[in-house]
C-alpha cells in the first residue's frame, strides 16, 4: 500500500471539498439577510429534467413575470435554495463531519445578500459578518483552509430587479464595495479568494450568473435568454471589470492573500478528422477560453473582434476600463471539471456560442452518470496541460463530482463504489497531469456533503461523501451519515494522493 512519501502531490497540496452558500445555508430570511436571485430557483425533477432541451427556459432562469409570481405565491413552489441543509445553524458539525475525512481545504461562497440586504446598503449587515467569523473560525480550528468565492450564483434581489443586475455599473461598484468590506473584515482569516463562480455560464444561463431578468415575451414564440448576445457580452464585460477590481482591492488591503478566477471548463473533442469539425473545436474553444483569458491575461483577445464586428455586438466601457482590466489579473485559475464535449460543424463562417452544457452528441467511448453525464477523466488531464500552457498560472480544482441517485440505509450508509470510482480515475489523471509538469496545488471534490443541486434544486442528486437526511422537498432530520467514499477520500488524503487502491477501506 503506497504512502505519502511515495506522492507527487505537493506535500502541502490542498485537498477538500467544494460548496456554495446558496446550496448549503439555508436560513434565507433570518438575521438580516435579503433575498437573491438563487432563492427563486425551483425544483426541477429529474424526470423533467431529461426533457429540459424541449422546455421553454433553461433550467432555473427566470422571467419577470416568473419572478413576480414567485414573489407573491412563494407558497405555490418548492424553493430547496431557501432551506438547503441547514448549515447556518449545523455549521458546526457538518464542519466536523469534512474535517474527519482529513480536509486541508473547504471551498464556501458568502452570500452577498447576508452582508447587504438589498446588496447596495449604506451600511453591511453586522449579523451575517459574525455568522462568516464563526465559520472561518472553526474551519482553521479543524485544520481547513477556507477559499471562498464571493459571488456564487446569488445576486441581491434588489440589484437584479431594480438593475437588472450586472447590466448596469451600478452593481459594478456595488460589489467593489462588497468585495472590499469582506477583504478587510475577514484580513488574516482567508488566504484564498475567488471572484465568480463560473462566470463564463453567463452565456447559457444570465439570470443564475449574473442577476439578468428579462420580461416574457408572451407569446411563445422564442426564449427570452436565447442568443441576446449583446447583452450577454455587456454583461460579461461588467463582470470582467467587478473582477478585476476586487482583485485590486484584495491586493491592497491583504497582499498576502490570492484571489483566482473560475471557469466552468468545457473541454471539446472533434467529432471526426474532418477540418470542419476541427474548426468547430476552435471556435467552441476561443468562446471558453474568452472568459479565463481577460481575467489571466487582462486584455480583450483578438478572436473575439470579428465575432463582435459581424454580430453587430458593442461593448461599452468607461474611462479606465481596459487599464483595469491589465492591473486586476488573478493569481491563479481554478476550474470546474466534469465531462468533455463532442462538437460538430455547424456550417457557420462567424460562430456562435453553443448555448448549452450538455452536447447533444454522444460519446461512444464514454460511460455516463445516471443524468447522463460522460465521464472522462483522461479528459481531466487533458484540459490541465491546456490551461496551464495557456497560462502558466497555478490551477486549483474548484470543482469535480459525480451525482448520483444514491439509496442511503437508515444510517445514511450507501455503497457508493461508482463515486469511489469516478474519484479514483480523475485523481489518477490529477497525478498524471502533475507529473506532466502542470501545478496544481489544491483539489475540490464537489458536494463533499449532500446539498442542492445548482441546476435543478434536487437534493436526491447526491454528490457527497457525507450524507443528509433530507429529501427534494425538505422532509428529513438532516442527520449525518458516512457513506463508503468517505472513507475512501479519508484514506487517499492520508496518503497525499498516493494511495488510490479501492481495496483495504476501513470503516470506522
Not at 129 to 143: N, S
Not at 439 to 448: E, I, K, L, S, T
Request: glycine share 8%; charged share 25%; net charge negative.
Amino acid at each position: 500500500m503506497a504512502d505519502a512519501s511515495t506522492s507527487v502531490f505537493p506535500k502541502d497540496f490542498l485537498w477538500g471539498g467544494a460548496t456554495a452558500a446558496n446550496q448549503i445555508e439555508g436560513a434565507f430570511d433570518e438575521d438580516g439577510r435579503g433575498l437573491a436571485t438563487s432563492d427563486f430557483a425551483p425544483f426541477i425533477s429529474r424526470e423533467a429534467n431529461r426533457g429540459y432541451e424541449g422546455n421553454p427556459l433553461p433550467h432555473n432562469s427566470m422571467t419577470l413575470e416568473m419572478l413576480q409570481d414567485a414573489l407573491e405565491h412563494p407558497e405555490n413552489y418548492n424553493l430547496p435554495k431557501r432551506r438547503g441543509i441547514d448549515f447556518y445553524h449545523r455549521f458546526r458539525e457538518q464542519l466536523e463531519a469534512l474535517a474527519g475525512m482529513g480536509f486541508k481545504v473547504f471551498r464556501m461562497s458568502i452570500s452577498w445578500s447576508r452582508i447587504f440586504p438589498n446588496g447596495d446598503d449604506a451600511e453591511p449587515n453586522e449579523a451575517g459578518l459574525a455568522f462568516y467569523d464563526q465559520v472561518f473560525d472553526e474551519c482553521h480550528r479543524l485544520g481547513m483552509e477556507p477559499l471562498v468565492t464571493l459571488c456564487h450564483f446569488d445576486t441581491p434581489l434588489h440589484l437584479a430587479l431594480e438593475y437588472g443586475g450586472f447590466q448596469s455599473r451600478h452593481t459594478v461598484d456595488a460589489f467593489e464595495r462588497y468585495a472590499e468590506t469582506v477583504f478587510r473584515r475577514y484580513k488574516g482569516k482567508v488566504k484564498y479568494w475567488l471572484t465568480f463562480n463560473e462566470i463564463n455560464n453567463v452565456l447559457t444561463n444570465p439570470f443564475t450568473c449574473s442577476g439578468v431578468v428579462l420580461p416574457d415575451p408572451h407569446d411563445g414564440t422564442h426564449n427570452p435568454y436565447k442568443g441576446n448576445w449583446q447583452m450577454k457580452y455587456q454583461v460579461s464585460h461588467n463582470q470582467f471589470v467587478a473582477s478585476a477590481k476586487a482583485v485590486i482591492k484584495c491586493h491592497e488591503i491583504d497582499p498576502n492573500a490570492k484571489i483566482g478566477n473560475m471557469l466552468c471548463r468545457l473541454e471539446n473533442y472533434a467529432e471526426t478528422p474532418k477540418p470542419e469539425d476541427q474548426l468547430q473545436v476552435l471556435f467552441e474553444d476561443h468562446f471558453n477560453w474568452f472568459y479565463s483569458d481577460v481575467q489571466a491575461k487582462g486584455e480583450y483577445p483578438y478572436y473575439m473582434k470579428r465575432f463582435f464586428d459581424e454580430n453587430d455586438i458593442h461593448i461599452e466601457m468607461e474611462p479606465g476600463d481596459l487599464e483595469t482590466l491589465r492591473v486586476g489579473t488573478v493569481d491563479f485559475v481554478t476550474i470546474s471539471y466534469y465531462m468533455t464535449y463532442i462538437m460538430r460543424y455547424k456550417g457557420e463562417t462567424v460562430p456562435k456560442p453553443s448555448g448549452s452544457l450538455v452536447t447533444a452528441i454522444k460519446n461512444p467511448y464514454l460511460k455516463v452518470s445516471q443524468w447522463g453525464w460522460p465521464i472522462d477523466p483522461i479528459g481531466f488531464r487533458i484540459t490541465l496541460n491546456h490551461i496551464y500552457d495557456r497560462y502558466h498560472l497555478p490551477i486549483f480544482i474548484s470543482e469535480n463530482g459525480l451525482g448520483a441517485n444514491d439509496q442511503l440505509d437508515e444510517n445514511g450508509y450507501v455503497e457508493d463504489d461508482y463515486r469511489i470510482e469516478y474519484l479514483r480515475a480523475h485523481v489518477e489523471q490529477l497525478a498524471e497531469a502533475i507529473k506532466d509538469g502542470v501545478d496544481v496545488f489544491g483539489y475540490a471534490w464537489w458536494g463533499p456533503i449532500d446539498l442542492v443541486s445548482s441546476g435543478t434544486s434536487e437534493i436526491s442528486k447526491r454528490y457527497g461523501f457525507v450524507s443528509v437526511d433530507i429529501d427534494d422537498y425538505g422532509n428529513g432530520t438532516l442527520k449525518l451519515g458516512r457513506k463508503k467514499s468517505y472513507y475512501y477520500y479519508k484514506k487517499l488524503i492520508a496518503s497525499n494522493g498516493a494511495d488510490l487502491s479501492t481495496d483495504d477501506i476501513v470503516m470506522e
